[in-house]
């Protein structure tokens, strides 16, 4: 007998044929000899009603109050759940998260589970009865004991947490689409489905838009090494597996608050080429990512900052012993380049031979603004200048000067209470057996915000990204530019990075009050983009994966407005109305779309 954890979203309690079905779902499982777990979002688009009365009455309605209201949608569709499986003749009981007893952190409207009191649970599984939990919903802790929830989405939160409190043998995930497919079906109807993809991945493509799975409840299955599966609930296929490395024994106190950060990386064999002034339209990074994969050299980190008048920076890092050739591929291409550029300014090559990489990594670090402010603010303390940043969702990276490498990872791992390791040289067997690409996401809802002539000197991220992080904003593709500006004889630099729009206008209003305070330039927010990624992890030991992308935009047309990699996904900004464009490209590019037809409730 094992003990299943099974959770149903909106679509498949959407009516109530629709919860009768799962009824029966549940039982057959019960049937096969197994205690149950039932995990239930609100009925359909429930949620969003809610949302929308509560913005008819309040622009910015009181947040206590908003969860309130939405953890009603929820209680509703445990009850005539567990009525569905009483009227079948299975013993059913329905709780909601208070009751079941999920602690949360009191942050409404995004707590975090603190831990999960499973005594009850327990004793209605061992009676027999299939307990049903209302998904999405807390409780703060005593003495309070509000009403609190996990933020949208978060029924896959609680699904998981609680196959991690329970132990249990799997939890299945299921909704309206047969899986994990390499992109929305309902933007590519040619996505096709994957068997299965790991953790890493997962967090990555969920975090880029691909809301099938949360990312904080793929967090905690990669944490805790829960065994999950998403599957359709309209079907009896079996799905995709999302495989989790063995994890590292961990207390279930705290459950989402474990340490933000597992280990510093370093990799002190990286060498930078940047191209400077190069032009801003289609096709330029294609040519140049192009050339480097034709010579069968490797890129690691490609950044490409915001575009002034009308050129654009690309600065990339390789090997050191493949830095002579890159250049070489960089100072043939910039002549060329220039042709293009009707204005007076000049490509120009710039590479420094001697930079090192310093990473922080963690499942943990998601949507904590925190984690990534610190460890620029530690690295300032630490007076080291930070060169590059990359971000993605379990990584942070930045490169620094060689000499500062031991100065950075030891300030580092202090701060951040972890040892530290270098990133292996030799890439893992995982990786080569991997797909380069698994999957290609789209995220229209993003703001872009840029900062002009921010000095550069240690500390400026540092305060900048803190000032955010105080105010809860998460940030994304974090990027400074590599051109170097003289103003007042002092050297500055922009740094551009984006949030969600839902938190573009006070980010805007943060950062432009610290420009101000601090003397930095003009603040620029631009809402009308979204975010293109590709993600899998074959692309570390793959030449060229980054070049197919940007040819596949290029061909298509599309100009791109950043470009920010971690070690296992590219993403590119380009214009709103071309983002559904440019995944459809992108997808196909890669040869992930297929034949089989993906069929979607509508
Ligand atoms: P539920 O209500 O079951 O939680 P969601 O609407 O939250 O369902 O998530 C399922 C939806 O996620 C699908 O209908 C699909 O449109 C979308 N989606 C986005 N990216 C992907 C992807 N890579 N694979 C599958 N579905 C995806
Ligand atoms: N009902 C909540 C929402 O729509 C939680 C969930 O479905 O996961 O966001
Ligand atoms: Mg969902």
């Given at each position: 007998m094992a003990l299943i954890v099974q959770k149903?979203?909106?679509t498949s309690v959407g009516s109530v044929e629709r919860i009768q079905t799962v009824a029966q779902r549940v039982q057959r499982t019960v049937?096969?000899?197994?205690?149950?777990?039932?995990?239930?979002?609100?009925?359909g688009k429930t949620?969003?009603?809610?949302?929308?009365?509560?913005?008819?009455?309040s622009p910015h309605p009181n947040r206590r109050e908003m969860d309130m209201l939405l953890s009603t949608g929820e209680q509703v569709s445990i009850a005539l759940l567990a009525m569905a499986l009483q009227e079948l003749g299975q013993q059913a009981i329905s709780l909601t998260g208070a009751q079941v007893g999920i602690v949360t952190e009191s942050s409404h409207t995004?707590?975090?589970?603190?831990?999960?009191?499973?005594?009850?649970?327990?004793?209605?599984?061992?009676?027999?009865?299939?307990?049903?939990?209302?998904?999405?919903?807390?409780?703060?802790?005593?003495?309070?004991l509000e009403i609190t929830t996990l933020g949208r989405g978060g029924s896959d939160t609680s699904a998981v947490a609680l196959a991690a409190a329970l132990q249990a043998s799997q939890c299945e995930i299921y909704t309206d689409v047969p899986g994990i497919l390499t992109t929305d079906p309902r933007l590519v109807p040619d996505a096709q489905l994957m068997r299965e993809i790991t953790c890493d991945e997962m967090l990555e493509l969920a975090s880029l838009g691909a809301k099938v799975l949360h990312p904080r409840a793929v967090e905690i299955a990669r944490n805790y090494g829960v065994p999950l599966v998403v599957r359709s609930s309209w079907s009896e296929d079996p799905g995709t597996r999302v495989s989790a490395p063995q994890p590292q024994p961990r207390s279930l106190e705290g459950l989402e608050l474990a340490h933000p950060v597992d280990a510093v990386e370093f990799d002190t064999n990286q060498a930078k080429v940047a191209l400077l002034r190069i032009p801003d339209c289609p096709g330029i990074a294609a040519r140049l990512f192009g050339e480097l994969a034709?010579?069968?050299?490797?890129?690691?980190?490609?950044?490409?900052?915001?575009?002034?008048?009308?050129?654009?920076?690309?600065?990339?890092?390789?090997?050191?012993?493949?830095?002579?050739?890159?250049?070489?591929?960089?100072?043939?291409?910039?002549?060329?380049?220039?042709?293009?550029?009707?204005?007076?300014?000049?490509?120009?090559?710039?590479?420094?031979n001697r930079v090192a990489k310093v990473s922080i990594a963690g499942a943990g670090m998601i949507g904590r603004p925190g984690v990534a402010a610190k460890m620029f603010s530690t690295l300032a303390a630490a007076g080291v200048n930070i060169q590059m940043i990359s971000t993605s969702e379990v990584k942070v990276s930045c490169t620094v000067d060689v000499e500062d490498c031991d100065r950075a990872i030891a300030a580092l791992c202090e701060a951040f209470q972890v040892t530290c390791s270098p990133r292996l040289k030799a890439v893992s067997t995982i990786e080569t057996q991997a797909p380069e690409v698994r999957g290609a996401a789209l995220d229209p809802h993003q703001a872009q915000i840029a900062i002009r002539h921010v000095p550069d000197r240690p500390g400026m991220a540092a305060q900048l990204f803190q000032l955010l992080a105080d105010e809860g904003i998460s940030v994304d593709m974090i990027i400074q530019s590599q051109r170097c500006r003289l103003i007042h004889g002092l050297s500055t630099r922009d740094i551009a990075f984006t949030v969600t729009q839902t938190e573009a206008d006070q980010a805007r209003l943060v950062v432009t009050q610290a420009a101000t305070e601090?003397?930095?330039?003009?603040?620029?927010?631009?809402?009308?983009?979204?975010?293109?990624?590709?993600?899998?992890?074959?692309?570390?030991?793959?030449?060229?994966?980054?070049?197919?992308?940007?040819?596949?935009?290029?061909?298509?047309?599309?100009?791109?407005?950043?470009?920010?990699?971690?070690?296992?996904?590219?993403?590119?900004?380009?214009?709103?109305?071309?983002?559904?464009?440019?995944?459809?490209s992108v997808h196909n590019a890669f040869g992930l779309a297929g034949t089989e037809a993906v069929v979607v409730p509508a």
């Open positions: 149903y979203g909106g049937a096969q000899g197994h205690q149950v777990v039932v995990v239930v979002s609100a009925m949620t969003d009603g809610l949302v929308k009365l509560a913005q008819e009455i995004r707590a975090r589970i603190l831990n999960i009191r499973t005594e009850r649970l327990t004793r209605h599984l061992q009676d027999g009865k299939v307990v049903v939990v209302a998904g999405f919903q807390g409780m703060s802790p005593s003495p309070d034709s010579q069968n050299l490797n890129v690691d980190l490609v950044i490409q900052s915001i575009h002034e008048g009308n050129t654009n920076d690309i600065a990339f890092t390789v090997t050191q012993a493949s830095l002579s050739r890159a250049e070489a591929v960089a100072t043939a291409i910039a002549p060329a380049l220039r042709d293009h550029i009707t204005n007076t300014s000049q490509a120009e090559v710039l590479v420094d601090l003397g930095w330039g003009e603040v620029l927010v631009n809402k009308a983009i979204a975010k293109v990624s590709i993600v899998g992890m074959g692309m570390v030991a793959a030449p060229g994966v980054a070049a197919r992308m940007f040819r596949a935009l290029a061909t298509a047309g599309i100009n791109i407005q950043m470009i920010a990699t971690s070690e296992i996904k590219i993403s590119c900004l380009v214009a709103e109305t071309d983002g559904v464009k440019a995944l459809q």
